[in-house]
C-alpha cells in the first residue's frame, strides 16, 4: 500500500513564525501536491511538484513556498504565518494510474 | 479555482437506502475523481472515470459521467454506517495531474 505520512496531526504557531510541513511518500512518485482545506471550500491547490527541485504554483500559493530535495520528500513552507493560514493541510503524491495518495493531514492552528 | 460543485451538501439516510451526489464542473476534463473523507482525515480514492467513459462501477459504487452536461453522479448502494463520511468529486484538468474540487458532500448514514 502506498503511504503518505507528514510530519504534524496538530500545530499551534504564533503569528510571523516560519513554519515547515514535511511530506514523505514511500513509493517512487513525481507529482507531488499541497493542498489546504476549509470549511465550505474544499480543497485548493497551493504548489505541486512533478520532479525533484520542480515546481509550480497552484492556485493560492500566496504566503507559501515549497521545497523539494528528494524525490520522496516535499515541504509547504509558511515565510511568516498569519492567522488566515489557520487550515487543514493535506499533501498527496500521485501514481501513475491517476489516483492521488493522501496523507492524513496537519491541521493548523495560527494564533 | 473551485471546479466542482457538489449537490447536495449534505445528506441524511438511513442503512439500506442509496446515497446519491452530484456534481457539476465547468472545463474540459481528463478524467474525474471521487474521494471520501471521514471525518478530520486525509482523502481515500474511491473511482476514477475517464472523459471518454459514461458510467463506472466498483463494488457498490456507481458512477456515471455526462460531458455534454458537464456533470457527473456518485451512487452509493445499500448505504452502512461506516459510509458515513464526506464525498468529493475532483476534476483532472491537465497532464500534471492537478486536481480541483467541489465544497463536498456530507452523508450521515443512520443504523
Known amino acids: 500500500d502506498v503511504k503518505v505520512t507528514q510530519s504534524s496531526r496538530y500545530l499551534v504557531k504564533r503569528t510571523g513564525e516560519k513554519v515547515f510541513l514535511e511530506c514523505v511518500q514511500d513509493?517512487?512518485?513525481?507529482?507531488m501536491f499541497w493542498y489546504r482545506q476549509d470549511p465550505g471550500l474544499g480543497l485548493r491547490l497551493i504548489y505541486f511538484s512533478y520532479d525533484v527541485k520542480m515546481k509550480e504554483k497552484g492556485d493560492i500559493p500566496e504566503g507559501y513556498s515549497v521545497s523539494r530535495e528528494k524525490k520522496e520528500r516535499f515541504s509547504l513552507i509558511l515565510e511568516s504565518a498569519s492567522t488566515n493560514q489557520t487550515s487543514m493541510y493535506l499533501c498527496a503524491s500521485r501514481s501513475g494510474t491517476n489516483k492521488q495518495y493522501f496523507g492524513p493531514g496537519t491541521r493548523l492552528t495560527v494564533t | 479555482s473551485q471546479q466542482g460543485e457538489e449537490d447536495p451538501q449534505a445528506l441524511s439516510i438511513q442503512e439500506g437506502e442509496n446515497a446519491t451526489m452530484n456534481c457539476s464542473y465547468k472545463t474540459s476534463i481528463n478524467n474525474l475523481q471521487w474521494y471520501r473523507q471521514n471525518s478530520g482525515r486525509g482523502l481515500v480514492h474511491l473511482i476514477l472515470?475517464?472523459?471518454?467513459?459514461r458510467e463506472k462501477h466498483s463494488g457498490r459504487l456507481r458512477v456515471t459521467l455526462d460531458t455534454s452536461k458537464k456533470s457527473s453522479s456518485l451512487l452509493i448502494t445499500a448505504s452502512r454506517a461506516a459510509d458515513t463520511a464526506s464525498y468529493f468529486c475532483?476534476?483532472?484538468?491537465?497532464?500534471?495531474?492537478?486536481?480541483?474540487f467541489g465544497a463536498g458532500t456530507q452523508v450521515v448514514v443512520t443504523p
Open positions: 472515470i475517464r472523459s471518454n467513459e
Open positions: 475532483a476534476t483532472e484538468i491537465d497532464s500534471w495531474g492537478k486536481l480541483q
Open positions: 513509493m517512487d512518485h513525481e507529482n
